[in-house]
């Protein structure tokens, strides 16, 4: 059966998540970033109050994926961190400057981080070849991938997601991220991946009502006035969709 994951920034999130029948949360901070490494706190307090599995982000900043040696030991930091506070998996990848996996790097972070086994983020959709870069993905050992097809969205990746699929076979996992939701699962499990990851986000409004016009702590969306959060009925809709 496949398996839905939720990608939660937040405990009333990853508890939506096992309610509404997902199977597995990748946990990130950092919204604004596009998802970097959470905090100890929020790992432990997670931990403590879901019982499926927990894939923790490690990424130590926002922007590209070519990271320095200081950069690379903060992951191994981030790593131990994740296992000591009980972790089921990591989220990881490593790019070289022209976009290619940077298959060293990556299998020496994939190694270091067993026994947890790892997924390799939507790094992967910033690589010039899909197929190049899938063998060099299964080069490294992590046990899936993450990705949108090399697209802005899985939807309109889909062709290079069924070719993926069935390129991948039982070396590795193929799951589908980016604008997944209950109207296109079908059409996304019908291509032959073997995961959905989707965040459910809504935004409610914060608890804070004063702002200054002139001040911003974001800059852009999302901004300090949103809350956001994985929703129980989207979450649910989803499972049901492919059920």
Do not use: W
Request: proline residues 4%.
């Amino acid at each position: 059966k496949m398996t839905i994951e939720i990608c939660a920034y937040s405990l009333e999130s990853c508890i939506n998540a096992q309610v509404g029948g997902a199977k597995r949360i990748e946990l990130c901070g950092g919204l604004g970033e596009g998802g970097t490494t959470p905090s100890a706190g929020l790992i432990e307090v997670v931990k403590s109050s879901v019982s499926i599995p927990v894939y923790v982000m490690i990424r130590p900043r926002g922007g590209d994926f070519v990271y320095d040696v200081f950069e690379e030991q903060v992951m191994r930091k981030d790593i131990d961190m994740a296992k000591k506070l009980g972790a089921d998996g990591v989220v990881l990848g490593v790019l070289l400057p022209d976009g290619q996996v940077d298959v060293a790097r990556t299998k020496a972070l994939v190694d270091y981080a067993f026994p947890l086994k790892v997924t390799f983020h939507r790094a992967f959709d910033l690589t010039p070849d899909p197929i190049k870069a899938l063998q060099d993905v299964i080069k490294t050992g992590a046990e899936r991938i993450l990705t949108s097809g090399l697209k802005a969205n899985a939807l309109a990746g889909i062709e290079t997601l069924r070719q993926l699929a069935q390129e991948a076979g039982d070396q590795i996992e193929i799951m589908a991220g980016a604008g997944v939701n209950a109207a296109n699962a079908r059409q996304l499990q019908d291509a032959g991946v073997h995961a959905l990851h989707f965040t459910a986000k809504v935004f409610r409004p914060g608890r804070q009502t004063y702002f200054p016009e002139s001040v911003s702590m974001a800059g852009e969306v999302p901004d300090e006035k949103s809350v956001m959060y994985s929703d129980l009925n989207r979450v649910e809709e989803l499972v049901q969709a492919i059920a």
